[in-house]
């Protein structure tokens, strides 16, 4: 794929369900935990402008909300 990343969440359902989604359909990008990785935790707030997870970013834009980022991935 393109230039995606995933950002995620360790206790987030809605995370999860956009992973499964990914794993069922073999869509693989770049999975980054905000709560492991502070680095990402600060891009996603300073360029996405808030730190809400699931958050796909793609395309030089931040999706927030995991019925849309499936809707998304599921076009794209």
Do not use: W
């Not at 794929?1 to 995620?8: I, R, W």
């Not at 987030?12 to 794993?23: A, G, Q, S």
């Not at 707030?45 to 991935?73: N, W």
Request: hydrophobic content about 30%; overall charge negative.
């Amino acid at each position: 794929m393109k230039d995606y990343k995933l950002f995620v969440g360790t206790i987030c359902p809605y995370c999860r369900k956009v992973e499964n989604f990914m794993e069922e359909n073999n869509i693989e990008i770049e999975i980054v935990n905000i709560e492991e990785d502070r680095e990402a935790m600060n891009e996603l707030i300073e360029k996405g402008g808030k730190r809400q997870v699931p958050c796909l970013y793609h395309d030089g834009e931040y999706m927030y909300e995991s019925d849309d980022i499936i809707k998304f991935l599921g076009q794209n």
